[in-house]
């Protein structure tokens, strides 16, 4: 049996070539890897989501609008409510009237959610059965 030792020389030739045998079961391993967890990272719940509607606003005069501005400040009618409890004390009022006037909420775009959320607070309090949001139609493109 013959052995290849070395050249007749002395000198020993470099192998310059990469053996990327390795480098290729790695790839796979983690191929395959992420092939196994995304489809679970994606899960989610199945819903409905609901549609972007834009219902043309019914303006009556026994509607209440509520405006809240971006530093907070809460204006029924264009008249500026102290604070929380004088606005629940005048939504308890209009709760009691039959037909049930609506509450029309107008939030700047600035504002902050909590300051609308006061305001839908106070209106579950005092159970007023409808509120809506005015908003600006959506651009047409």
């Given at each position: ?69 971006k530093d ?12 929380n409890e ?13 037909p049930q ?41």
């Amino acid at each position: 049996m013959a052995m290849n030792v070395g050249s007749d020389s002395g000198d020993d030739e470099v192998v310059s070539t990469i053996n990327t045998t390795p480098l290729v079961d790695v790839m796979l391993v983690l191929l395959i890897i992420f092939l196994i967890t995304i489809p679970v990272v994606t899960q989610t719940v199945p819903l409905n989501l609901p549609k972007e509607t834009n219902i043309a606003r019914q303006t009556k005069p026994e509607n209440i609008e509520i405006s809240v501005n971006k530093d907070g400040d809460v204006f029924w009618n264009a008249q500026l409510v102290p604070d929380n409890e004088a606005l629940f004390q005048r939504l308890k009022k209009i709760a009691t009237m039959t037909p049930q006037p609506e509450v029309h909420i107008r939030g700047d775009e600035k504002s902050r959610y909590e300051s609308v959320g006061r305001v839908i607070f106070a209106c579950q309090r005092a159970a007023i059965l409808k509120i809506s949001f005015v908003t600006e139609p959506p651009p047409k493109g």
